[in-house]
T-cell receptor
Framework: GQNIDQPTEMTATEGAIVQINCTYQ??????LFWYQQHAGEAPTFLSY????GLEEKGRFSSFLSRSKGYSYLLLKELQMKDSASYLC???????????FGGGTRLMVKP | GAGVSQTPSNKVTEKGKYVELRCDPI?????LYWYRQSLGQGPEFLIY????????DSGLPNDRFFAVRPEGSVSTLKIQRTERGDSAVYLC???????????FGPGTRLTVT
């Protein structure tokens, strides 16, 4: 089976940097995804890691360590519109479906 | 271009009734997924189609839940004898093939009274 853990809530200040951690225990691993979800809306894709290391995409970066079962999403130069839930999801070997963590609700304050 | 669409956006039904939820994937996407998301939780996998066939239905909670994709495009999730515990947002996603990024629809919010 799969177990994905991430903090329930985080608060940060506009313009700052925030790191959202995700740890996972899986029976197989074939990639880790981060999605952003605003309240009442569909999850939207942010990043994908399958190899160890850092993937950078504009203000957002994602890191993966497969040996530690650990990933983080780094958000720089926070904006008010970044207030949302951030979902960590793992794709196992047994199929193409994603197993999601509970999501981290990020509140950005002025 | 058009994304994944789902209808209805909201559905309120009485306990014991039957409901159908529809998903229109992105044109050309062969893979289609159904997830269920309860308030404050991450999405939970229900079923995955590759083409017309269900490649993995291990997430369906019980035999009251059934899904079809007869022509390999639109999919319908069917719930019989609804229970209050079925209340959730039902999300559909599609991808261009196995192992590729999934695009999510806006979801159908189901409320069972």
């Amino acid at each position: 089976g799969q177990n994905i853990d991430q903090p329930t809530e985080m608060t940060a200040t506009e313009g700052a940097i925030v790191q959202i951690n995700c740890t996972y225990q899986t029976s197989g691993f074939n990639g880790l995804f981060w999605y952003q979800q605003h309240a009442g809306e569909a999850p939207t894709f942010l990043s994908y890691n399958v190899l160890d290391g850092l993937e950078e995409k504009g203000r957002f970066s994602s890191f993966l360590s497969r040996s530690k079962g650990y990933s983080y999403l780094l958000l720089k130069e926070l904006q008010m519109k970044d207030s949302a839930s951030y979902l960590c999801a793992v794709r196992g070997n047994a199929g193409n479906m994603l197993t999601f963590g509970g999501g981290t609700r990020l509140m950005v304050k002025p | 271009g058009a994304g994944v669409s789902q209808t209805p956006s909201n559905k309120v039904t009485e306990k014991g009734k039957y409901v159908e939820l529809r998903c229109d994937p992105i044109s050309g996407h062969t893979a289609l997924y159904w997830y269920r998301q309860s308030l404050g939780q991450g999405p939970e996998f229900l079923i995955y189609f590759q083409g017309t066939g269900a490649a993995d239905d291990s997430g369906l909670p019980n035999d009251r839940f059934f899904a079809v994709r007869p022509e390999g495009s639109v999919s319908t999730l069917k719930i019989q004898r609804t229970e209050r515990g079925d209340s959730a947002v039902y999300l559909c996603a599609s991808s261009s093939g196995q192992g590729t990024r999934q695009y999510f629809g806006p979801g159908t919010r189901l409320t069972v009274t």
